[in-house]
């Protein structure tokens, strides 16, 4: 299995943009599909994008289509999520997870980093 650990989150302002990382422990890394999800105050968390184990094929929840962008590097165990034209309404916690299933299914995302925070301020 893969535990993934996320870094890049702080505070920024409304249209900034800000890249999160996730790092995956395990010489398997590039068999897994990863994914960011969010989860915002008092809200329940949310699909944000996914992506294979190749890099090939990605989703977007469409809050995120646009202007977010998933993308991975196999070579260093780390996927990315790049987020331009920050909102208010993006500010959550990000959690990286990994799935051995099927990229497109996000129920299948079972190994969870422990989150890291972004704020956008108006």
């Known amino acids: 299995q893969v535990q993934p650990v996320e870094s890049g989150g702080g505070l920024v302002q409304a249209g900034d943009s800000l890249r999160l990382s996730c790092a995956g422990s395990?010489?398997?890394?590039?068999?897994?599909?990863m994914a960011w999800f969010r989860q915002a105050p008092g809200k329940e968390r949310e699909f944000v994008a996914a992506?294979?184990?190749?890099?090939?094929?990605?989703r977007y929840a469409a809050s995120a289509k646009g202007r977010f962008t998933i993308s991975r590097d196999n070579a260093k165990n780390t996927v990315y999520l790049q987020m331009n034209s920050l909102e208010p309404e993006d500010t959550a916690v990000y959690y990286c997870?990994?799935?051995?299933?099927?990229?497109?299914?996000?129920?299948?995302?079972?190994?969870w980093g422990q989150g890291t925070q972004v704020t956008v301020s108006s």
């Open positions: 992506i294979n184990p190749d890099g090939g094929y990605t």
């Open positions: 395990g010489r398997t890394f590039s068999a897994y599909s």
């Open positions: 997870a990994t799935s051995s299933g099927d990229y497109y299914n996000t129920r299948s995302y079972a190994y």
